[in-house]
């Protein structure tokens, strides 16, 4: 199998489009109403909104591809793009989504360390993320690579107030 990965463009952005949602859905329908869903999904993931993400310098997408096929994705933000204010000195990890057909191949180990990578590239103290409290297969990844819970943030599914826990790794 060969895993690759390579920065989103503009030119990606239905590409970019069709994964988000296809991801997001799988992880995400099961415990909440279709109403809510489809809410969430309507504003995160229209081609205006991707595009002006896509556009800001302080985003980055990447996808991962296996065997040529996008298998999941990652978007980091920096400075004020970032969705709490967490300073110069951070790096959040927005989104990293992978497929269902494609996860336990260690592609959302290999997007993480794409973060950390980029991370201590831009020379940032930490690197931090939001993750749902009820995601525990998630919370217990993020654990295992070293980020510790720092804090908690409301997440919109629709009008249905969630709760992201806001994890956190110091970085050297």
Known sequence: MTMTIKKCMLEDLRELQKISVETFTETFKDQNSSEHLNAYLERAYNLEQLEQELANRSSQFFFVYLNQEVAGYLK???NEAQSEAMGAGSLEVERIYVKKKFQKHGLGKQLLNKALEIAQEQKKKK??????????NAIAFYQK?????????????GDD???DLIMTRTLH
């Open 76 to 78: 980091v933000n920096t």
């Open 145 to 157: 690579k070293g980020f510790v819970q720092t804090g908690a943030h409301s997440f919109y599914m």
């Open 127 to 136: 690197i931090w993320l939001g993750v749902w409290e009820e995601n525990e």
């Open 161 to 163: 107030e969630q709760v």
